[in-house]
T-cell receptor, first 112, second 111 residues
Framework: DGGITQSPKYLFRKEGQNVTLSCEQN?????MYWYRQDPGQGLRLIYY???????QKGDIAEGYSVSREKKESFPLTVTSAQKNPTAFYLC???????????FGPGTRLLVL | GENVEQHPSTLSVQEGDSAVIKCTYS??????FPWYKQELGKGPQLIID?????GEKKDQRIAVTLNKTAKHFSLHITETQPEDSAVYFC??????????FGPGTRLSVLP
């Protein structure tokens, strides 16, 4: 059953804590993306990776970090430097054409 | 850079009526325009897309039209059903760049 999985579904962060959101895909896609979604706003790009061991900052990268050690995996770390982390986080991947993006089910991050 | 606007932000229609959502984009180099449907608590799903060399595309009750001159494209849903209730996002894309998404339209289909 191919697709993108994200875990956990809900994540709670304490002040000053780093948390990591998982994203895994078995679609054999080269490109992966992280988006942040706030109520009433469109998706904003945090980071993206076109190939293993390479990634680029998106529009709102401050306070976030990523790694791409394996083709299937693109974890996102929300660091303590991100002062307003409460949001819905979406991971996506795309194949060779880069046009069609397939999204995971999302992780909702809440601050305690 | 590219900027995508989307209207209306909310839309309520009676079951069986049609719904139209419109997006405008700023970069004439954008050449691919997908539409996504997002149900509550889930990730967006691609429902239809159109490329800049096509003026209209239809898939059952859903259609998308593109006016390159005016730089706008629209989603048309006919014979709406309660399961069409969701948030719909448009996006604009140019190869080598990143997707730019509209802010979304919350569609409610009233029984």
């Amino acid at each position: 059953d191919g697709g993108i999985t994200q875990s956990p579904k809900y994540l709670f962060r304490k002040e000053g804590q780093n948390v990591t959101l998982s994203c895994e895909q078995n679609l054999n896609h080269d490109a992966m993306y992280w988006y942040r979604q706030d109520p009433g706003q469109g998706l904003r790009l945090i980071y993206y990776s076109q190939i293993v061991n390479d990634f680029q900052k998106g529009d709102i990268a401050e306070g976030y970090s990523v790694s791409r050690e394996k083709k299937e995996s693109f974890p996102l770390t929300v660091t303590s430097a991100q002062k307003n982390p409460t949001a819905f986080y979406l991971c996506a991947s795309s194949g060779t054409s880069r046009e069609t993006q397939y999204f995971g089910p999302g992780t909702r991050l809440l601050v305690l | 850079g590219e900027n995508v606007e989307q209207h209306p932000s909310t839309l309520s229609v009676q079951e069986g009526d049609s719904a139209v959502i419109k997006c405008t984009y700023s970069d004439s180099a954008s050449n691919y325009f997908p539409w996504y449907k997002q149900e509550l608590g889930k990730g967006p799903q691609l429902i239809i897309d159109i490329r800049s060399n096509v003026g209209e595309k239809k898939d059952q009750r859903i259609a998308v039209t593109l006016n390159k001159t005016a730089k706008h494209f629209s989603l048309h849903i006919t014979e709406t059903q309660p399961e069409d209730s969701a948030v719909y996002f448009c996006a604009a894309y140019n190869y080598g760049q990143n997707f730019v998404f509209g802010p979304g339209t919350r569609l409610s289909v009233l029984p």
